[in-house]
């Protein structure tokens, strides 16, 4: 089918990274025993009024601050009211008509194009209990309930899954580094709603939304197979309707739901038992100096370090490193990316340990990166020193001396490189042709015979000097 145009918005839902609940001091905490994280506002006992937890707040600002949006400082609540079991006040409290943040944007890249798409607007909100259905009974976990919520909302920018995907890959990273999400979607702290229409015009389609996607690449599938859906109804003559359906993993199709509820059908009305919260000039100030670097300011360091882009972009996807990372410009970045990504990684996959819990404190890595950069040790010698310097407190130069051979005095060296050169006389044509593996092949050989605690420097021009006399 041709000459269709795919337009999709999206709305996502995180959960906060608070210590209680948006409107009662519950905690929030993700699993456990079923109900025990619960109290009388939670429940929705009769008598019960909200409190509005600040924390969330904060992490409001936090996330407009990182989204580009204005803020605004009249934090007014509001009830949308639905019935379904796992909302037993019979409505939600959330922002329908002052957003905590509005007008923002964030800029993806697709296929070496930069492209902005708009926030709409973000608001906070508490999420519902956790409904399990199994056979002829349902379950509810009161332990979601009243959870703090952010919902995002898109303007319909996005004309492809790719960009959607983009979008949602930019976001899941600016909400991890502003802490303000752990925005792990296997665990339903990340949900995604997907609004898709398709059109044969300028004029935007009838709009469907598909509900509660559970990955980035099932937002992808479900874009292709909705939109795929949209263009074969047009085709056969059917008028779209809006709609809210489910994606089928298994089946790759969306499904039906219910027909689109309208705005009306949630009659908001301003929160009664919430008075509006003003939001200070001071507060926002607090806010801002309390934000980490945000990752494309990262990536501009890391760039003009030197360091490859398929690493710059391993360093962002774990933020424990890249965390450890800054503040580290005066030294070779790219030799700590490199240890960091390579060998260390290595040990903390195998041990189940975090950086922190390691004994490798940020001076003592700084001084073995400046070691390696001026070549005093070597990779080989790192190695045998790894287990030591994660593991133990000892002192990183007595770490290094106590692993070093006595040291070859230069004529010593001279002599060991003059027997390993005479070893291999096609090595010598090859560099007096000008081939520069010779000089590669020898360095081997000679870093082999010495199990590599020479240094490099001394040992390669060592070797130069002998073979310019042959």
Aim: proline share 4%; glycine share 6%.
């Amino acid at each position: 089918m041709s000459n269709y145009q795919t337009t999709v918005g999206i709305e996502v839902h995180c959960e906060l990274k608070t210590k209680t609940k948006m409107f009662s001091d519950s905690i929030n905490n993700y699993g456990g025993v079923a109900n025990v994280n619960i109290s009388e506002i939670d429940f929705a006992l009769p008598g019960t009024l909200p409190c509005i937890n600040e924390e969330g707040l904060r992490l409001g600002i936090k996330a407009a601050l990182a989204l580009n949006c204005t803020i605004n400082k009249k934090v007014v609540f509001d009830r949308k009211n639905y019935f379904y079991p796992d909302l037993p006040k019979g409505y939600q409290i959330t922002q329908a008509r002052n957003p905590i943040g509005v007008n923002g944007y964030v800029e993806i890249e697709v296929d070496g194009k930069k492209k902005p798409i708009r926030i709409h607007d973000i608001h906070l909100e508490e999420d519902t209990c956790k409904s399990t259905h199994a056979e002829q009974k349902s379950y509810l976990d009161f332990n979601r309930s009243g959870v703090p919520l952010l919902e995002i909302v898109t303007e319909p920018d996005m004309k492809s899954e790719k960009e959607a995907m983009a979008y949602l890959e930019k976001l899941r990273e600016l909400l991890l580094y502003t802490n303000v999400s752990d925005c792990k979607m296997e665990e339903g702290s990340m949900r995604c709603d997907v609004n898709v229409s398709v059109s044969q015009t300028e004029n935007l389609g009838t709009r469907t939304e598909t509900k509660n996607i559970g990955s980035i690449s099932s937002v992808g599938r479900a874009i292709l197979a909705e939109s795929a859906r949209q263009m074969q109804e047009i085709e056969q003559g059917n008028i779209i309707q809006e709609e809210t359906r489910r994606f089928d993993e298994k089946q790759n199709r969306t499904i039906l739901m219910r027909v689109k509820e309208t705005g009306n059908d949630y009659r908001y009305f301003p929160e009664p038992d919430l008075p509006p919260y003003h939001l200070t000039d001071e507060v926002i100030e607090e806010v801002k100096k309390e934000m980490e670097v945000l990752p494309e300011e990262r990536r501009e360091i890391y760039r003009k370090a030197g360091i490859s882009p398929v690493n710059i972009e391993k360093i962002i996807a774990n933020k424990p490193i890249s965390d450890y990372l800054l503040g580290m410009e005066d030294i070779n970045l790219v030799i700590a990316s490199n240890l960091l990504l390579g060998e260390i990684s290595a040990y903390l996959n195998k041990t189940g340990k975090k950086l922190e819990e390691t004994c490798l404190d940020r001076e003592k890595f700084k001084t073995l990166v400046t070691k390696l950069d001026q070549k005093e040790i070597n990779n080989q010698i790192f190695k045998e020193i790894l287990i030591e310097l994660m593991e133990t407190d000892h002192d990183i130069e007595k770490i290094i001396e106590s692993k070093k051979v006595d040291t070859l005095s230069s004529e010593e060296l001279t002599k060991l490189i003059e027997t390993i050169v005479l070893a291999n006389p096609t090595s010598i044509e090859d560099f007096k042709q000008g081939k520069d593996r010779a000089v590669k092949f020898l360095m081997g050989q000679i870093m082999k015979e010495t199990k590599g605690k020479v240094n490099p420097q001394e040992a390669n021009q060592t070797l130069l000097e002998v073979l310019q006399k042959q």
